[in-house]
C-alpha cells in the first residue's frame, strides 16, 4: 500500500460520511454560485425598478424584489462573494499568525508560552463585534473593518488549537527519537509536529470559517461591515427590518442564505472530523 | 497561598489592565481633537485651547491615561459632550435594559440545552437523538437577528401578542418591561442553546467511554445513574468552557439586538456615540462591555475548581 | 455446582468473531487463571460475565452463574448482580476512578445501592472495607480524591469497591499490568488473602504465565478467542502438552543464546557518568517560598565499556529514565558531569552533540508511539542520517536503510509501509533500525519490551543479543523486569530515588541481591521456574 491508496480511501471513507457529503454538496454549490455571480446574474444588482418593487417570488423574479425593485436572487448571488471573501480572509489571517504563534509557544515552553496564553486572554475579552465597534470608531466602518475584527478574533482560536495539539504531541517518543536524531525545535516542528496537527486545524478552520460567515452578516446588519452599493447578506436583513410587514420575503431568502451556508459548512467540518481524526470517529 | 483561584484573579486584573490600555491607546490614535468636536467648528482658538486645558489634552499620554485609569475605578468615566451628563450615568442607564437581557438569555439557553444534552446522550444513535441534534445543527447555523425578525414577523406583526420593539422602562413595572425582553431573549437564546446542547451532549459522550464509567457501571448503576451521578459533573467542564465563551458572543449579540428590537440598551448607546463621534461614550461602553467578558471568564475558572478536585489542589 | 459456568460462548462484535465455542467454569473459593496475549478475548470473556459488552456484541452460548443464565438476565436483573454479587476490578488504575468524587463517596456509592443502608452504616462499611485493602482511614481519608493517591493505592480503592459486598465472584482484569513489580506483587497477594478469607471465586485475568503461575489453581489458555489448554496449573505448565501452551511457557523463561565475551582491553569507558543530579524545583507554596526541591537523580557515577551491556532496573518512579534522558542529552542535569569517549557532553549545544548522537541511539517502550503515523518506514528509519556530516544521495540513503532493516529482520519491500501497517513486534524492530542506521557504539533502551506480548517479547530479546555479539553495540537497558535485564546483560545497576544503591554482576546480582531495593525486587519478579518448583515440592 502506498500513499495514494492511502488517500484514496480517506476519500473513500469522506464520501461514505453523511455529514460530509452533503456538506460538500452545499458548500460547493455555494462556491459555484459566487463564481457565478461574477460572470451572470438573473438582474444587475444595480438595476432600480422602483414599479417593481416589494414584489413576492414570481416566475421573473424567483426570489423576489427588495424594496428598490432589485432582484433578490441576484443580490444573494452578489452578496455571497462579500460573506466569503471576508470569512475567507478572516481565516487566513487568523491560521497564519496564530498557528506559527501556537506552535511556536508550544516548543518554547515557560515564559514564551505564558505570554501566549495571556495574549490570548486579552483578545477574547473583546468579541470581533467589539473590536470591530473600536476599528469603526478610529476608521470608519467598511468591509476590511469587519475582516480585521474577525481576523483578530480568530488569531487565539487558533493559536490555541495548534498550541493544545502540539503540547500533546511533544512528549511522544518519536519526537524524542527526532530530538535524538539532533534535530532542533525548529525542524521538528514543521516535519513532526504541523503535519499531525494539520487535520485539527483544517477542522477549525471549516469552523471558524462558518462563524466568520455569521460575524459578517451581523456586522454588516449593524451597519459596520461592507458598505452600500455592495449587497451584503446582512445588510439585506436590515433594510429588510423595516418592510417586515409589507413584504416578509425579503427578510426570508436572504437570512436562508445564510443558514443554508452556516450549516453547509458545519456539516463539512463535521464530517471531516469524524474522517480525519480516528480517535472521534471511535467514539461516536 | 498562591493557589488556583488567587492565580486566576491576578490573571484576571492583568487582563483588564491589558485591556483598558489597548482601548485607550486605540482612541488615542483616532483623528481629530476632541475638545474642537465638542465645541463644533465655529469655535475660537481661544475657547478651543481653554477646553484642551480643562480636559487635560496637553499632558503627556502616559500622564492622560493614568488620570483616565483613575477614573475608571473611581466610577468617572468622563461627561458626554452629546448628552452632557456623566457617562456613567448613562451607562447605568443602559445597563438595565442589557443586563436583564443578557442573564434571562443565558439562563435561559442553558435551562434548555442541558437537558437536550443529556437526553440525546441517554439516547444516542436513536432516532430521538438524530432528530434533536438535527435540529440543534440547524440551530447553531440560525443568526439571532435573523431569527428574532422571524419572532417579529410571527409573534408581532401576525399575532399581535408582543410589542414589535421598544421598551417602555422599569418604571412602568416589572411586567411591562419583561414583556418586551421575551422576544430579543428568546431570540439571542435559542441558537446559543442548539451549540450548547451540542458540546453537551458530546461531553456527556467521551465522558461515557472513560474507564471510570465502567467502574460506576461494574458496581451495579444504572445507565440512568451512571450519568447523573458520574458523568454530568465531568462533562460540565467543557459545557462551561463554551458557556464562558458564550457570553461573550451574547453581549456581542445583545448589541445587535438591542437594534433589531429598538432597545434602550448599551448597544444602541455605542452606535449612537460611533455616529456622533462621542468617544468618550464609546470608551466607556467598551470598557465595561469588556470587564464583564473578562469577569465572567474568571467566574468560568473558578467554577472549574469547584468541579473539579484536582485544580483545587494544585498549588 | 460450579459457581461460574461458560459453556459453548461465543462472541460476535460487529462481523468479528471475539470469541468461538469457549467453555470455563470457577468453583467457589476457586482461582482461576485466564491466560492469553492481546486480542485472545480474555477481556471479552470478563465483559461477558458482566454483561457489560461493547454495543454490536452479540454473545451466543450459555453463562451460568450460582445457577442463574446470566446471557438471559435483564439489565435490571445484572444490576442487582453487578457489585453484590459479582466484582470487577481493572486494568489502569490510573483511571478506573471519578477523578470528581472522594475515594469514600466512590466506595460508598455501591455498599448503599445494594443493601440500602443508612449513610452512616454505608461510611462504617466503607471504613472498614478499606482498612482492609490497605488504605486504613487515619493515614487515607474518606474524603481524598483519586488524584492525590499513587497507582497502588489507587488500586486498592478499586479492589475495595468490587469486594466492598463480599461477591462470590470477583473477575481482576490484568490488575496488574500497569503497576511496577513491587506493587504488582502486593496486589496479587491482597486479592489472593481476601479471596481466601471470603471463600470467592476468583477470575485472573492475565498475559503472562508467570505472573499467575504462583497462585491460580488452574489456568485456561485462550488464543485467537478459542480456548488452546485448560487444566489445573501444575498439570499444565509441568506436562505442557499442548504446542501453544509450550510456547507460552518458554516464551515466558526464554534467555536469548548470549556469549559471555570478554571486553576486549580498551582505552577507557564509553561512556562515564559522575555525580549526576537532577533536580525538579519544588512547587511554590506561598508568594514567597517553594517547597524542598526532588531530586530525580541523586549523585549517580557509573562507567559503561565498550560493547558492554547493562541493565538499569528500578521500581517506576525511581528516576531511571531521567538518568537516561540526561545521558540521551534530551534532559540537562543539574549537578555532574558526563563523558562519551573522551569528550564531556553534558551542556554541550546542539550543534556540538551531533557526532556524539550518532554513536548514540534510543529505543523507547511504545511501539505505537515511536514513530510519526505520517511518514513511511524508509523515512523514519533513516531519520537519524541528519546527523552525518555530509548529506547522503538517495542511493545511499536507501542502502543504509536496507542494511539496517536486514540486519533487524524486517524484509526492504517494507520500506514503502506506514507505522500502522507493522505488528508491534514488528514495530519495535523497526525502531531499533532506526536505532543502529548510524551504526552506534552506544544504544539506551527505556524498556524497550514491556509493551509486547511474550511470545514476541522473547523474538526482540534475541535480537537485542544479537545485535550485540554481532555489532558489538554496548547497551544501557532500563527496564523494571528483571527476567529482560537477566536474559541480555551482563552487569546490573539498581537504582532507587534517585541513587543507585547496588551494582554488580547480573547473575550474581539477581541471585544475591544486597540492598532492600534490590531484595524487594527480585523477591517480587514473577518467576515460572520458582513457582513451579515451589508448587511440585508442595505437593510432594
Known amino acids: 500500500m502506498n500513499a495514494s491508496t492511502a488517500w484514496h480511501e480517506n476519500l473513500s471513507k469522506a464520501l461514505a460520511n453523511r455529514s460530509f457529503l452533503v456538506g460538500l454538496i452545499i458548500t460547493s454549490l455555494l462556491a459555484l454560485m459566487a463564481a457565478l455571480s461574477f460572470v451572470w446574474t438573473p438582474y444587475g444588482v444595480g438595476t432600480f425598478d422602483i414599479i417593481g418593487k416589494l414584489k413576492p417570488p414570481s416566475a421573473a423574479h424567483w426570489l423576489g424584489t427588495d424594496h428598490f425593485g432589485r432582484d433578490i436572487l441576484s443580490m444573494i448571488m452578489v452578496g455571497s462573494r462579500n460573506s466569503i471573501a471576508v470569512a475567507f480572509v478572516s481565516v487566513v489571517i487568523g491560521m497564519g499568525l496564530g498557528v506559527p504563534l501556537g506552535l511556536w509557544a508550544a516548543a518554547r515552553g515557560g515564559v514564551t508560552d505564558e505570554l501566549l496564553m495571556r495574549f490570548n486572554d486579552l483578545v477574547f475579552a473583546f468579541p470581533a463585534l467589539l473590536s470591530a465597534v473600536m476599528i469603526t470608531a478610529v476608521f470608519g466602518p467598511g468591509a476590511i473593518n469587519a475582516i480585521i475584527a474577525i481576523g483578530i478574533f480568530n488569531i487565539p482560536v487558533f493559536a490555541r488549537v495548534a498550541r493544545g495539539a502540539a503540547l500533546s504531541l511533544w512528549p511522544r517518543e518519536y519526537i524524542l527519537a527526532a530530538r535524538a536524531s539532533g534535530k532542533g525545535a525548529a525542524r521538528i516542528t514543521v516535519e513532526h509536529i504541523l503535519p499531525n496537527v494539520a487535520n485539527l486545524l483544517v477542522v477549525q478552520g471549516t469552523i471558524q470559517f462558518s462563524l466568520g460567515i455569521l460575524a459578517e452578516a451581523g456586522l454588516s446588519y449593524v451597519g459596520l461591515g461592507s458598505q452600500p452599493p455592495m449587497p451584503s447578506w446582512g445588510r439585506m436583513l436590515f433594510e429588510a427590518q423595516t418592510m417586515i410587514s409589507l413584504a416578509p420575503h425579503m427578510a426570508l431568502f436572504a437570512g436562508l442564505a445564510i443558514v443554508i451556508t452556516v450549516l453547509g459548512l458545519n456539516l463539512l467540518g463535521d464530517g471531516l472530523r469524524d474522517v480525519l481524526d480516528p480517535k472521534l470517529r471511535r467514539e461516536r | 497561598m498562591l493557589s488556583y483561584a488567587s492565580k486566576r484573579i491576578l490573571i484576571g486584573i492583568v487582563t483588564l489592565l491589558a485591556a483598558s490600555i489597548l482601548v485607550f491607546a486605540v482612541l488615542e490614535v483616532v483623528p481629530g481633537d476632541p475638545a474642537r468636536l465638542m465645541l463644533g467648528m465655529n469655535a475660537t482658538e481661544d475657547a478651543v485651547r481653554t477646553l484642551q486645558e480643562q480636559m487635560g489634552l496637553n499632558q503627556p499620554l502616559v500622564v492622560r491615561y493614568l488620570r483616565w485609569l483613575g477614573g475608571l475605578l473611581t466610577g468617572d468615566l468622563g461627561r458626554s459632550y452629546t448628552y452632557s451628563v456623566p457617562v456613567i450615568s448613562l451607562i447605568i442607564e443602559r445597563v438595565a435594559v442589557s443586563l436583564p437581557l443578557a442573564l434571562i438569555s443565558l439562563i435561559l439557553s442553558t435551562a434548555i440545552a442541558i437537558p437536550v444534552g443529556l437526553f440525546s446522550a441517554a439516547r444516542r444513535g436513536t432516532f430521538c ?62 441558537p446559543q442553546a442548539a451549540i450548547l446542547a451540542r ?63 429598538y432597545l434602550p440598551g448599551l448597544g444602541r448607546l455605542v452606535f449612537q456615540a460611533i455616529t456622533q463621534r462621542d468617544l468618550i461614550v464609546v470608551e466607556g461602553v467598551v470598557m465595561v462591555l469588556v470587564a464583564a467578558v473578562i469577569f465572567v471568564n474568571l467566574l468560568v475558572d473558578l467554577s472549574y475548581a469547584i468541579i473539579d478536585p484536582r485544580l483545587r489542589s494544585r498549588s | 455446582m460450579a459457581l461460574l459456568e461458560i459453556k459453548d460462548l461465543s462472541l460476535t462484535i460487529g462481523a468479528f468473531l471475539a470469541l468461538k465455542s469457549i467453555d470455563l467454569a470457577i468453583e467457589p473459593g476457586e482461582i482461576r487463571a485466564l491466560v492469553g496475549e492481546s486480542g485472545s478475548g480474555k477481556s471479552m470473556t470478563a465483559l461477558s460475565i458482566m454483561k457489560l459488552l461493547p454495543s454490536g456484541a452479540r454473545a451466543e452460548g450459555q453463562i451460568r452463574f450460582n445457577g442463574r443464565d446470566i446471557l438471559a438476565a435483564s439489565e435490571a436483573e445484572m444490576c442487582m448482580l453487578r457489585g453484590d454479587d459479582i466484582g470487577m476490578v481493572f486494568q489502569e488504575p490510573m483511571t478506573a476512578l471519578n477523578p470528581v468524587k472522594t475515594i469514600g463517596e466512590q466506595v460508598a456509592e455501591g455498599i448503599r445501592l445494594h443493601t440500602r443502608a443508612t449513610r452512616a452504616v454505608a461510611q462504617e462499611r466503607t471504613r472498614s472495607i478499606l482498612d482492609r485493602v490497605g488504605l486504613p482511614t487515619a493515614k487515607f481519608p474518606l474524603g481524598r480524591y483519586p488524584h492525590e493517591l499513587s497507582g497502588g493505592q489507587r488500586q486498592r480503592v478499586v479492589i475495595a469497591i468490587a469486594c466492598a459486598l463480599k461477591p462470590k465472584l470477583l473477575i481482576a482484569d490484568e490488575p496488574t499490568t500497569a503497576l511496577d513489580v513491587v506493587l504488582q506483587a502486593q496486589i496479587l497477594d491482597l486479592l489472593q ?81 559522575r555525580n549526576l543530579g537532577r533536580s525538579y524545583r519544588g512547587s511554590r507554596s506561598g508568594w514567597f517560598s517553594r517547597s524542598d526541591d526532588t531530586k530525580a537523580v541523586d549523585d549517580v557515577s557509573f562507567d559503561l565499556q565498550p560493547g558492554q551491556s547493562m541493565a538499569l532496573v528500578g521500581r517506576s518512579g525511581c528516576g531511571k529514565s531521567t538518568l537516561a534522558r540526561m545521558i540521551l542529552a534530551l534532559d540537562r542535569p543539574t549537578a555532574g558531569e558526563i563523558q562519551f ?191 513451579l518448583a515451589r508448587r511440585i515440592g508442595e505437593q510432594g
Open chain 2, 129 to 190: 437523538d438524530t432528530v434533536t441534534m438535527g435540529v440543534a445543527q440547524v440551530g447553531v447555523a440560525i443568526p439571532n437577528f435573523w431569527f428574532a425578525l422571524l419572532l417579529v414577523y410571527v409573534f408581532a406583526v401576525t399575532l399581535r401578542l408582543v410589542p414589535a420593539g421598544g421598551f417602555p422602562g422599569w418604571n412602568t413595572g416589572l411586567w411591562p418591561g419583561l414583556k418586551s425582553l421575551i422576544l430579543p431573549s428568546v431570540a439571542l437564546a435559542l
Open chain 2, 199 to 261: 458540546v453537551t451532549r458530546s461531553a456527556l459522550l467521551d465522558v461515557l467511554g472513560e474507564d471510570y464509567i465502567r467502574t460506576a457501571r461494574a458496581k451495579g448503576l444504572t445507565h440512568r445513574k451512571v450519568l447523573y451521578g458520574h458523568a454530568l459533573r465531568n462533562a460540565l467542564i467543557p459545557v462551561l468552557t463554551i458557556l464562558g465563551l458564550q457570553f461573550a458572543f451574547l453581549l456581542a449579540g445583545t448589541i445587535i439586538i438591542e437594534n433589531v428590537f
Open chain 3, 193 to 273: 488473602s481476601l479471596v481466601d478469607e471470603e471463600k470467592m471465586g476468583l477470575l485472573l485475568i492475565s498475559h503472562d504465565l508467570a505472573v499467575v503461575a504462583d497462585m491460580a489453581h488452574s489456568i485456561t489458555i485462550l488464543r485467537h478467542g478459542e480456548v488452546m489448554d485448560n487444566g489445573e496449573t501444575t498439570r499444565i505448565l509441568t506436562e505442557q502438552i499442548h504446542p501453544y501452551t509450550r510456547q507460552l511457557a518458554q516464551a515466558s523463561m526464554h534467555v536469548p543464546e548470549r556469549t559471555n565475551r570478554p571486553h576486549p582491553p580498551t582505552h577507557g569507558p564509553l561512556l562515564s557518568v
Open chain 3, 341 to 531: 569517549g573522551n569528550q564531556r557532553i553534558d551542556g554541550l549545544k546542539e550543534d556540538a552533540l551531533r557526532p556524539v548522537r550518532q554513536n548514540m541511539q534510543v529505543v523507547f517502550q511504545d511501539p505505537y508511539g515511536s514513530f510519526n503515523p505520517r511518514h513511511k518506514a524508509e523515512r523514519l528509519v533513516s531519520e537519524p542520517l541528519y546527523l552525518l556530516d555530509r548529506p547522503l544521495s538517495p542511493t545511499e540513503k536507501r542502502d543504509r536503510v536496507d542494511t539496517a532493516l536486514e540486519r533487524v529482520g524486517i524484509p526492504r519491500q517494507d520500506r514503502d509501509k506506514y507505522p500502522h501497517e507493522f505488528s508491534g513486534g514488528q514495530r519495535q524492530r523497526l525502531a531499533i533500525a532506526r536505532a543502529i542506521i548510524t551504526e552506534p557504539k552506544l544504544i539506551v533502551a527505556d524498556e524497550p519490551v514491556s509493551a509486547l506480548d511474550v511470545s514476541i517479547r522473547a523474538q526482540i530479546l534475541d535480537l537485542f543479543a544479537d545485535l550485540n555479539r554481532r555489532l558489538g553495540i554496548a547497551y544501557l537497558l532500563i527496564t523494571h523486569d528483571l527476567a529482560v535485564a537477566r536474559a541480555i546483560t551482563d552487569t546490573l545497576m539498581v537504582m532507587s530515588e534517585g541513587k543507585i544503591v547496588e551494582r554488580g554482576d547480573t547473575e550474581e546480582v539477581l541471585r544475591n541481591p544486597q540492598s532492600d531495593a534490590g531484595r524487594a525486587l527480585v523477591q517480587a519478579s514473577p518467576d515460572l521456574h520458582k513457582a
